[in-house]
């Protein structure tokens, strides 16, 4: 009779348990959507009910000038960490350089549930020889190599992005007449590693087609959120030979001669998943 009771008692504490679980949970989930709601207009400037359901997301500020230009639309935040502007229901963000601002601007779309996030990023070619400055590269994947993506999922867990919002890409870029690369980028939180001939020697043993510091922290900060993203990276440097180091002179005439048509290219993709009605939401998160 002894041993009856004690089992019941043990059955009962454990539902408990998972009683408790639950609703700290639930709070946690409250507590993290009052945040964003909160933090996502204080870093931008804009208030939440004028943010698009379809995103871009880059480094600099002179995407988010190009984009307001085009569209005749005014910019928010101009004294906040972040810029953005909004036009046809396409909301564009400069969220700045590195992985924790990337892990950061994901977090914070939760607040406005985006239906899709086109990361339009540069990047460093590693195909010396094949690749060139200006090429564009559509990853299929990204190495974790930056360490910000560890606070949102196990490292075993892959870096990949939406496959059916890179194939609206991969259709755009050939719409614009215009071919692009596939395969795996690394991404890194050091940005000045060029001098280390270890750390380059690993790059060519990943075999990796670029290297960045955002891309698989966005892959893998969506997936967690339940957030569709891809990425469109443009070559702005060839950093495994000396003379192919990006300089602020390289970086104006990358900017001059191929931004445009990089910005172009992403913001019709996402008119393009608008106008065919199609989800890229295909995962089950």
């Not at 190495?143 to 992005?161: C, F, H, K, M, Q």
Request: net charge neutral.
């Amino acid at each position: 009779m002894e041993e009856k009771h004690k089992e019941q008692f043990v059955r009962v504490t454990q539902e408990d348990l998972d009683g408790v679980k639950e609703t700290n949970f639930e709070r946690e989930k409250a507590v993290k959507a009052k945040m964003v709601e909160d933090w996502l207009p204080r870093y931008t400037g804009m208030a939440l009910k004028d943010f698009g359901q379809y995103i871009l997301l880059c480094n600099f500020a002179g995407y988010v000038k190009m984009f307001a230009d085009q569209h005749g639309v005014a910019i928010s935040g101009l004294e906040r960490p972040m810029q953005a502007a909004t036009a046809e229901n396409i909301t564009i963000i400069n969220f700045g350089i590195g992985s924790p601002n990337a892990g950061l601007i994901i977090d914070l779309l939760e607040a406005i549930k985006p239906k899709a996030v086109l990361f339009l990023g540069k990047c460093g070619g590693l195909k010396t020889g094949k690749n060139r400055v200006g090429d564009l590269i559509l990853p299929i994947a990204a190495i974790r190599g930056e360490g910000t993506s560890n606070d949102y999922l196990p490292e075993e867990v892959p870096a990949l992005p939406s496959f059916a919002l890179q194939k609206a890409v991969s259709t755009t870029i050939r719409d614009h007449n215009r071919d692009y690369w596939t395969g795996v980028v690394y991404t890194t939180n050091k940005r000045v590693w060029e001098h280390r001939e270890d750390f380059k020697q690993r790059l060519r043993d990943f075999r990796c087609i670029a290297i960045d510091m955002e891309t698989a922290t966005i892959f893998v900060a969506a997936f967690k959120n339940q957030m569709p993203a891809g990425a469109l990276l443009l070559v702005s440097d060839m950093p495994m030979t000396p003379d192919g180091i990006k300089t602020e002179e390289s970086d104006k005439k990358v900017t001059s001669d191929y931004v445009d048509q990089h910005l172009l290219i992403g913001v019709n993709s996402l008119k393009q998943l608008m106008n065919s009605g199609l989800t890229v939401k295909h995962l089950k998160f």
